[in-house]
Nanobody
Framework: QVQLVESGGGLVQPGGSLRLSCAAS????????MGWYRQAPGKQRELVAS???????NYEDSVKGRFTISRDNAKNTVYLQMSSLKPDDTAVYYC???????????????WGQGTQVTVSS
């Protein structure tokens, strides 16, 4: 079994910054891509940013230049540094990892429980 545990959400004023973390643990042989998604009330879940095992990154257009995704492969952890936050960034943020199970010997996608980010004055 694989678990993803997120931390770092909260309430921040417009223009402020937050850093999200997501640590993967459990029966892991290898992790390929990791990413952050978000879901605002009444909207579909959308990809915010992703990073490959080699460090290649991809961003949703509205966060380019404001958010930075990074990862520490030794710690099986992915980060999302969010700056210049706007009210439209308010959502529940979920981390995702594409994992090769040590016991299953199969690639599966796993999700964190979600962390609330609220941008408001």
């Amino acid at each position: 079994q694989v678990q993803l545990v997120e931390s770092g959400g909260g309430l921040v004023q417009p223009g402020g910054s937050l850093r999200l973390s997501c640590a993967a643990s459990g029966s892991i042989a290898r992790i390929n891509a990791m990413g952050w998604y978000r879901q605002a009330p009444g909207k579909q879940r959308e990809l915010v940013a992703s990073i490959s095992s080699g460090g290649s990154t991809n961003y949703e257009d509205s966060v380019k230049g404001r958010f930075t995704i990074s990862r520490d492969n030794a710690k099986n952890t992915v980060y999302l540094q969010m700056s210049s936050l706007k009210p439209d960034d308010t959502a529940v943020y979920y981390c995702n990892a594409h994992v090769l199970g040590l016991r299953t010997i199969r690639w599966d996608d796993y999700w964190g429980q979600g962390t609330q980010v609220t941008v408001s004055s």
